[in-house]
């Protein structure tokens, strides 16, 4: 039998090889560099950690985060494969153990953070070791078109070319645009290259984006519409996330937060109990996530609006990544990106970069996060607008996400656009949207008196539309390049393109929605709604067998598995292997457990 596929199913319990994963192990087990950009939960890490086991001396794997490292290493310790972590929150004694092995060649991998480079003791330590593969976790951090750039990535290729002997380098991405990419290769100085990017789509995922000026209650409202978890809850402040955990627990919703400012005991316990489905959400902010393994997360919720589409992709990703359907729901509203405005202006300086360089990233995330705001106020396909922005090419319907799903109809909208517009120019762009808003209605407040844009002859043109109505108005005409926010004071400005319609008869057009089908998309999305106690009643049976043998629960059995049982309950023992396939094996021990508890609920 292949070692390859060997190690594939007996070490790693796989059956078959991901899209991309084969030609990227077979590159670097030749001795070739290969640079793979797949989207979460693809398996990127089964693509440097197979070939890890073959070759015949140690993977470097240079990895952003501790909490990364750690879960990596207990991973693999778990399956049996010997694996280490030198980082900063280590005692002394794991640190000395963890040198030892790796001078007596008994671990195959070890992670550490660029930031260890920089240290005349382990560099002195990496120049000893018979290295045959050097992993670049996160490589898009090397790159200052990145959406999360880290100097300390620009020593990998010094301290690569230091070594005696070169080896194999391999990059890993989730998230890279095609710029970006470009960069990663030419910053690491790849040879050659085996480049592989799989689609960045994930077909079951549906994509909603809910435009509120009540966030805890559409929340609420989406939760208790639910009827299948555990779910994510991302907030971009760690008071919002201990606010909405609080939120949910009064609503009998169990929920915790998880937040780099809680004592890292309870953070832990708090991730535990959400690995283990102890509980139903878990309230975070982004320090939540990077490469932990839960495959049944069925829905990802963006309380806030994130900083970049690599940001929301990246964490959204992190449902339905056992391929069964899930949610990513981004409720959105104008202050939000108020509030990223702010963080990326008081972003703390990086002594390494020069100031001509600071300005350059600012303005490289000012122009993300407007991406970020074109995709939560389009009318178009949101699976497009995604696919789009990372260089892919996709359909302009796709049926799973709240714009292709709704029912609606397209209306001319031009008077109104151009009424609009008009108001800009006449208060000679100086006007943000909610004070243009009350213009337009004519609503005499006292910045529009000292200004005296009640003297305009657009004050009071549109008395009786609904603010909501003119919002969505604004963001259309901002999605289609007729208007852009000056980011500095959030005034509207007019595009060239809106001379087109002011004074040469281009008209507008607004998809507006009659009805929506939201709710029967979200029970179609859980697919155990047919048999929710059942289901329930076997997650349960589930959870009781991986707190016993101290693994989470996606390990004992896959939600698809759950599911299968659902759908079809077997009777005996033979349908239950039947139902079972490949995991009939590992589940056989269970198989009277898992019979009676079907048998109680036929």
């Known amino acids: 039998m292949d070692l390859r596929y060997q190690i594939l199913n007996e070490t790693f319990g796989y059956d078959s090889f991901r899209p991309g994963q084969l030609p990227l192990i077979n590159a670097i087990l030749s001795g070739r560099d290969a640079f793979g950009v797949l989207p979460t939960g693809a398996g990127k890490s089964l693509c440097y950690q197979l070939p890890a086991l073959l070759l015949p001396g140690i993977t470097l794997v240079l990895s952003p985060l501790i ?210 489905d102890r509980i139903s959400v878990l ?62 202006e008081k972003e703390p300086e990086n002594p390494a970069l020069s100031d001509e360089e600071v300005r350059q990233l600012q303005r490289e995330n000012f122009r993300r996060l407007q991406c970020m705001q074109r995709y939560a106020c389009s009318d178009g396909c949101l699976r497009e607008e995604i696919l789009r922005y990372f260089g892919e090419q996709a359909s302009d319907f796709c049926g799973t996400c709240c714009n292709c799903d709704a029912a609606g109809e397209m209306r001319d909208v031009t008077v109104d656009a151009q009424k609009l517009l008009s108001c800009v120019y006449r208060v000679k762009e100086r006007a943000d949207l909610d004070t243009l808003i009350d213009i337009l209605r004519g609503v005499p407040t006292p910045l529009i008196r000292q200004n005296q844009w009640d003297t305009v002859s657009t004050f009071g043109i549109l008395p009786d539309n609904d603010p909501k109505q003119l919002a969505a108005l604004a963001a259309h005409l901002i999605h289609r390049q007729y208007l852009i926010t000056d980011e500095t004071d959030r005034s509207l400005h007019l595009c060239a393109r809106a001379k087109q319609v002011l004074f040469h008869g281009e008209t507008v057009s607004m998809m507006v929605r009659t009805r929506t089908t939201r709710q029967m998309r979200d029970l179609r999305a859980a697919r155990h709604s047919a048999k929710p106690k059942l289901f329930a009643a076997l997650s349960d049976l589930r959870r009781r067998l991986a707190d016993r043998q101290g693994v989470p629960p996606s390990m004992v059995m896959s939600d698809r598995v759950l599911e299968k049982l659902c759908e079809t309950p077997p009777q005996t023992e033979q349908e239950l292997n039947t139902a079972l396939g490949s995991e009939s094996g590992t589940l056989s021990r269970f198989s009277e457990k898992i019979l009676s508890v079907i048998a109680n609920h036929q």
């Open 283 to 344: 309230c975070a902010t982004n320090a939540f996530g990077m490469g932990i393994n839960k495959p049944n997360v069925r829905f990802v919720v963006h309380y806030q609006i994130p900083s970049s589409p690599e940001n929301y992709y990246q964490e959204a990703g992190r449902a339905g990544r056992d391929g069964s359907p899930a949610i990513c729901l981004l409720l959105y509203s104008e202050q939000d990106a108020a509030l990223q405005r702010y963080l990326i």
């Open 67 to 276: 909490s990364l490292m750690d879960d990596q290493v207990s991973a693999l310790r778990r399956i049996g494969i010997p694996a280490c972590c030198i980082h900063s929150a280590m005692s002394m004694q794991d640190y000395r153990t963890a040198v030892r092995l790796l001078r007596e060649g008994r671990c195959k991998l070890v992670y550490v953070s660029p930031e260890r480079l920089q240290r005349p003791d382990f560099l002195s330590l990496l120049h000893s070791l018979p290295l045959s593969l050097v992993v670049v976790d996160e490589a898009h951090c090397i790159s200052q078109w990145g959406h999360d750039f880290r100097p300390s990535y620009r020593r990998i290729p010094e301290v690569l070319a230091s070594l005696a002997v070169r080896p194999v380098i391999a990059a890993f991405t989730a998230t890279a645009t095609p710029r970006v990419r470009q960069d990663i290769t030419d910053c690491l100085h790849l040879r050659n290259p085996e480049r592989i990017t799989t689609s960045f789509d994930r077909p079951n995922l549906f994509f909603d984006v809910r435009r509120t000026e009540n966030k805890d209650t559409d929340l609420l409202r989406f939760l208790k519409r639910q009827e299948t978890f555990p779910g994510i809850l991302y907030c971009s402040t760690r008071k919002a996330a201990e606010h909405t955990a609080a939120l949910l627990q009064e609503n009998n919703i169990s929920a915790l937060p998880y937040h780099a400012g809680m004592d890292a005991d309870a953070r832990a316990a708090n991730q535990e109990a959400f690995l283990r």
